[in-house]
């Protein structure tokens, strides 16, 4: 099993539309969890960490659920500039060490 | 703020030829730094991490090495550069949680 999987897509969705990623991690000790973004043939960007409460930010909603290690992206209204691809990124426990999902490629049109 | 530099940003060396790539951060002490690899279409690979000055860990068996001679400088060097090296290549810092890229290194070998 992937230490972290997630659907790798792409996602084709019309501007507006509401979209939602998810990520399963294999690791019950992991304590950080975030979303990344990384545009095409550029760096990953932190776009949200993930706390378990679950958080907001704007049209970005987080969620996590530490009993089924599972946690979700929820994207409203979508705009274009959205179009990137989505990490799921999962402590490992040690040193700060993060491992990063494959990523799920979002692409909105008009 | 902090802030973080990789160069060169593109790169194209021949098979067997060396490498060294710097990576440099500002506004911050004592950082956590990593070196991570993307080949095309694949998920970020760890090559490297350091703690502190001459502490380096590595993740993966392979053909680089890196090193820290300053608190906030990082290097990735290979001795003969092999096709499969080709990717790539990101630093990132991080204090506690979080991790934040650089801006990232084309490598192609040919």
């Known amino acids: 099993r992937k230490e972290v999987e997630q659907d790798p897509g792409p996602f084709n969705v019309p501007e507006g539309a509401t979209v939602a990623f998810n990520c399963t991690y294999s690791?019950?000790?992991?304590?950080?969890f975030f979303w990344y973004r990384q545009d095409c043939r550029k760096e990953p960007k932190l776009l949200m960490s993930v706390y378990s409460s679950g958080n907001e930010d704007g049209r970005f909603t987080a969620q996590l659920n530490r009993a089924s290690q599972y946690i979700s992206l929820l994207i409203r209204d979508s705009k274009l500039s959205d179009s990137a691809t989505y990490l799921c990124v999962v402590d490992t426990g040690t040193a700060s060490k993060l491992t990063f999902g494959t990523g799920t490629r979002l692409q909105v049109t008009l | 703020s902090q802030t973080i530099h990789q160069w060169p940003a593109t790169l194209v060396q021949p098979v067997g030829s060396p490498l060294s790539l710097e990576c440099t951060v500002e506004?911050?002490?004592?950082?956590?730094l990593y070196w991570y690899r993307q080949a095309a279409g694949r998920g970020l690979q760890l090559l490297f991490y350091?703690?502190?000055?001459?502490?380096i860990s590595s993740e993966v068996p392979q053909n680089l090495s890196a090193s820290r001679p300053q608190d906030r400088q990082f290097i990735l060097s290979s001795k003969k550069l092999l096709l499969s090296d080709s990717g790539f290549y990101l630093c990132?810092?991080?204090?506690?949680?979080?991790?934040?890229f650089g801006p990232g290194t084309r490598l192609t070998v040919l």
């Open positions: 690791n019950s000790a992991s304590q950080s």
């Open positions: 506004g911050t002490s004592n950082p956590n």
């Open positions: 350091s703690v502190g000055i001459g502490q």
């Open positions: 990132a810092w991080s204090g506690t949680r979080e991790q934040f």
